[in-house]
């Protein structure tokens, strides 16, 4: 075990590492010509890319990893594949095979684990202002086909470190609405360990839910925001390869309403958006994820239909990072 990460068991019984982008066992950097000169590698192996030999399946299927992505073609990729592949190969653990940790030393792997770092970011960013304005308000972070919910927790660490006294005394709140239950299940446990003593949240009180939830019915997100009385509360909801990837024009407006209508005027939202561009058509011929690329200027008329609009994107080479406030705010 490394010194300074804590960690927690999955389902299975297996210990991982829990992510804490603000520790540089797990923090990932890259300037923008870096970032470009890896895409255009990783477009140029994607076109060499021949039929995959039955060995190399072989291979997969006994792998941590390989089993997620080849569970995964014609699909999505599950919550607790999603989250080792943002562990980094260095952090996957004793389990780990060869073939997992190439793959998790690849270009979408690193990008995965820049995208969390964004979320953490914008998110925290996001909610400074409205947790510092009132004291005593609880925080109320949703997470929307969030798996393990390390973007929320991220979320929290950040404000933590940065903010000093921010937290202290809050009710804090973290809610998962997915429909796999396994990857929300080490997440809660996740939290349990962030927040022992001696733990990145430690001292802090961070309450953890999950319920199971299809985007196509927004209105069991308004049912479920009223309960959580997130109109009282300094809210923030983040989708990190969720809705605005893989739903439809439709789900994406209607989920956009329910928030727009449930939360308070001053609640964010983040999310990545694929992007319509190169790295993301190499990566469809390679995976068939049924992600929906975009542009950042059809994304945006979603979010005005929606009663949002976009207030900081960071682009990356498979997706936008996007933060949203109240268009009418």
Known sequence: MKTGVVYAKTEEGVELAVIDVTNPAFRVTATDAELAAMAEQYI????????????????LRNSMLGRGLMAATGT??????????????????????PIDR???????????????????????DGLVGAAAAEPERPVCLVNIGGGAGSDSWNTVIRLQVEQGELLVGREIGITVMDLDARAPGFGGRAIEALCASGGPLGGLKVGFRHFSYEWSDAEQLRKLLRDLEAGDAACGISSEGGLFEYGSDEEIVSNLRALDAETPRDAVVVGSVTRDGGPVRASLIASRLLTRPRTIEGFRSLCDQGGWKVEEAIERPFSYNVRLGKRRS
């Open 44 to 59: 140029l192996e994607a076109g060499k890319q021949q039929q995959v030999p039955e060995a190399l399946r072989e291979a």
């Open 76 to 97: 999505f990729l599950d919550g607790m594949s999603t989250y080792l592949l943002k562990l980094g190969p260095e952090n996957l653990g004793v389990e780990a095979s």
């Open 102 to 124: 190439r793959i998790a030393a690849s270009f979408p792997a690193f990008t995965a684990r820049l995208r969390l770092q964004d979320m953490a970011r914008l998110l925290a």
